[in-house]
């Protein structure tokens, strides 16, 4: 009698069920070699249709970008304005038409001296994992000297720090594209299109044309300012003329991967492929960007906390998490949601791999002990049988077994008028003590539940 007084509290024993997470609607995700990105900030898309290149307030030979009906100077949503510098009066800096309807007007810069020309001030201080650069360029008057210097991009990261340069080898008689000793050949008065991208995941900047990969090399240096502006110049070019249209310069942020879960009472330590900081996993103080979830039941997160490792986050829950089964953790990171199933480690002193099978009318449950302290622990596996309406209609237990890893722990019952069975542990019959905090079910229409 007494026995069957524990197995009724047992049953009653369950794991409340709460709301799921509310995630926002799912941003458009850019894949890039694999990985998955969004839009962190744009900084400039310029057509010069809408723009165009005026004089400067410091005077020639300084222009700076202004708005076509305004003439006002243009700074974009980061405070950044773009600027260049012709070098000399002779030199000159415009915004023309290129008298190809696919391209409308485009930035012409002319050398007519071996004065720079240059956009020396074209703010790009857009922040990300991943930094882009492009544009449409072309080449229409090739500098009559050999040893001109023709940069096409040089993204500059921070004061002193500029990255690997994509320029135009003019030195011979065909015309390359050039960057860290890769080359590709390329045509006097024919529209290119070109893309940088500083990658701050791997540490990497890469170039590539018409869509085809240039160039791969090592970012050095690449703490601090992810982005600070982009040069594109002659030096030493006389008769040269270059002319740059469509530029953009945008940033995307990686979507991080969840790489591995591991709990310790109420906490939860979740690393992700990617730093992420505390800010992105909170809204308005709540921590509404996580969801853990055992089967149905989502488990509450009260606090959140950094550790040593800048990938992993520690979240506390409003009680303690179970043990040696698969749980559901997902993330909304800027809109986007990501996560995965994960198989949570043994406690100490545990029982892991519970598993229910049907054979005819019986059902047989198996798990495996698990017993890392070596002292000698006792647990009870109970079932439950019952039918569609949720009455109990048979029971079974075991006898109170010893834990001793690697040993195997079964239970059968069996009934015709079963549809479901729940599997669960005790420490043994005489402290009335659960020896996990949770169930296992097996309902016979899902094989796998």
């Not at 302290?373 to 596996?381: F, L, P, Q, R, T």
């Amino acid at each position: 009698m007494i026995i069957k007084k524990i197995i009724a509290s047992a049953l009653a024993l369950t794991l409340c069920v709460v709301s799921a997470t509310a995630f926002a609607d799912e941003s458009p995700v850019m894949v890039i070699d694999g990985q998955k990105f969004i839009l962190a900030q744009n900084a400039w898309d310029i057509d010069f249709n809408g723009e165009e290149i005026g004089s400067h307030r410091w005077g020639a030979p300084y222009v700076e970008l202004k708005d076509s009906t305004s003439s006002s100077t243009i700074y974009n949503s980061l405070g950044n304005s773009f600027t260049a510098h012709a070098g000399s009066v002779a030199n000159t800096i415009t915004s023309e038409d290129t008298g190809n309807p696919s391209y409308g007007n485009a930035l012409k810069m002319t050398a007519n001296d071996n004065n720079q020309v240059q956009l020396n001030e074209f703010q790009s201080t857009a922040s990300g994992d991943l930094i882009i650069y492009e544009m449409d360029y072309m080449l229409s008057d090739v500098p009559t000297s050999g040893s001109a210097t023709v940069h096409v991009m040089s993204p500059v990261i921070q004061s002193g720090i500029w990255l690997n340069v994509l320029s135009v080898d003019v030195s011979g008689s065909e015309l390359y594209f050039k960057s860290a000793g890769s080359t590709m050949p390329m045509l006097e008065d024919t529209w290119y299109h070109v893309l940088c991208r500083v990658n701050f995941i791997d540490n990497t900047v890469s170039y590539y044309i018409e869509g085809e990969l240039l160039n791969v090399s090592a970012v050095t240096n690449a703490s601090g300012t992810r982005s600070q502006k982009l040069v594109s110049k002659f030096s030493d070019a006389a008769g040269g003329t270059m002319w740059l249209d469509n530029i953009k310069h945008y940033s995307l942020n990686a979507v991080p991967d969840i790489v591995g879960v591991s709990i310790t009472g109420n906490f939860i330590d979740i690393e992700s492929s990617k730093a992420i900081s505390i800010a992105d996993y909170t809204e308005e103080e709540i921590l509404a960007m996580v969801s853990v979830k055992y089967k149905e039941k989502e488990f509450v997160l009260v606090d959140v906390e950094t550790t040593a490792n800048e990938k992993v986050i520690r979240f506390k829950a409003s009680e303690p998490l179970p043990t040696a089964v698969p749980i559901d953790v997902t993330i909304n990171y800027m809109g986007i949601e990501t996560g995965g199933t994960f198989e949570l480690a043994p406690a100490p002193c545990d029982v892991k791999n519970v598993t229910i099978e049907k054979e005819g009318q019986t059902y047989t449950a198996t798990a495996i002990a698990h017993n890392e302290i070596g002292a000698e622990n006792k647990v009870v596996m109970i079932m439950a049988l019952y039918d569609s309406e949720g009455s109990v209609v048979a029971m079974a237990y075991g006898t109170p077994q010893t834990l001793t890893t690697g040993e195997e722990l079964t239970v059968s019952a069996a009934s015709s008028d079963a549809v479901s069975a729940k599997v669960f542990f005790m420490e043994d019959w005489s402290t009335l003590k659960p020896f996990k905090d949770l169930y296992f079910v097996k309902v016979q229409a899902y094989e796998n539940e």
